[in-house]
């Protein structure tokens, strides 16, 4: 049982310095929000459908997101996240791919958080839950983002 207290520790004090990271590395305010719903699947590669909304000067923008991993993926889950978006001057600036930008981190009972930035420099800081089977040894190769009509 100590052992396991450890453990939990040391996983909840790495997890708590990497959501302050996060949050740190952005010295910049938010100009944003975004929330997401999305559903993960995968035999071998995975990917991701969904959408969500974006506001943005006090306007709501709605928008559909796919993704792909690479590596060992199976499972299916549904994952909702919200966050905040950085460095967004115009809303034909949050359309394209988004990657990694800084590592993610995932905590038991299906809560993480990641950061991720497009090719026109915008950044969504996130805070995710997710529930489901995914087991997924692969990387995020890419978030696609068009806007919704």
Do not use: C
């Not at 991993?69 to 996240?81: D, I, P, T």
């Amino acid at each position: 049982m100590k052992n396991s207290l450890k453990i939990s520790g040391r996983v909840l004090l790495a997890a708590t310095l990497l959501m302050g990271n996060l949050a740190l590395a952005l010295d910049k305010q938010p100009v944003g929000k975004v929330s997401i719903a999305e559903k993960q699947f995968g035999l071998l590669l995975g990917g991701s459908t969904g959408g969500g909304t974006l506001t943005f000067h006090g306007k709501k923008y709605p928008f559909k997101l796919k993704g792909l991993s690479a590596g060992l993926n199976v499972g299916f889950s549904k994952m909702s996240a919200v966050g905040e978006v950085y460095d967004l001057k115009t809303v034909s600036q949050f359309p394209g791919t988004f990657t990694k930008l800084e590592a993610s981190v995932a905590l038991g009972g299906g809560v993480g958080g990641m950061r991720l930035q497009n090719e026109n420099g915008v950044i969504m800081n996130l805070r995710s839950r997710t529930k489901g089977l995914d087991l997924n040894l692969g990387n995020v190769t890419g978030l696609t983002i068009t806007m919704s009509r």
